[in-house]
């Protein structure tokens, strides 16, 4: 079971056996995208700069927990509860779900 995957460009940081390493001791699977295609890494690089500018930004961070339970704050509490995604048609991704949902499943 895969607990995580790594999307990245071709960037030769992201090939390195270290890296690759890395993300196998973590459990994780790397994924890269195509040569010359840089939109497949369009969506993750605008989740990075709201995630820089909203979080990483705001102050100085004393330890690397402190900084992961701040991540993961903001993701759960409003990237994913508060704030509208053009692409979900102005809709947060809370509502998406509701909306996908069938009633059958709502009642099970």
Not at 1 to 14: A, E, K, L, N
Not at 17 to 37: D, L, P, T
Not at 43 to 53: D, H, T, V
Not at 71 to 85: G, Q
Request: aromatic share 6%; proline share 2%; charged share 25%.
């Amino acid at each position: 079971m895969v607990g995580c995957i790594v999307h990245s460009d071709r960037g030769s940081q992201f090939r390195s056996r270290k890296f690759v390493r890395a993300i196998n001791r973590h459990q994780m699977v790397g994924s890269m995208g195509r040569v010359g295609a840089c939109g497949d890494n369009a969506a993750m690089e605008s989740f990075f700069s709201l995630l820089q500018k909203n979080v990483l930004d705001r102050r100085a961070w004393a330890t690397r927990e402190q900084l992961r339970i701040a991540i993961v704050t903001w993701i759960e509490k409003t990237y994913h509860r508060r704030r509208r995604h053009a692409a979900l048609g102005r809709l947060i991704p809370v509502e998406l779900g509701t909306i996908m949902t069938t009633p059958a499943t709502q009642a099970a």
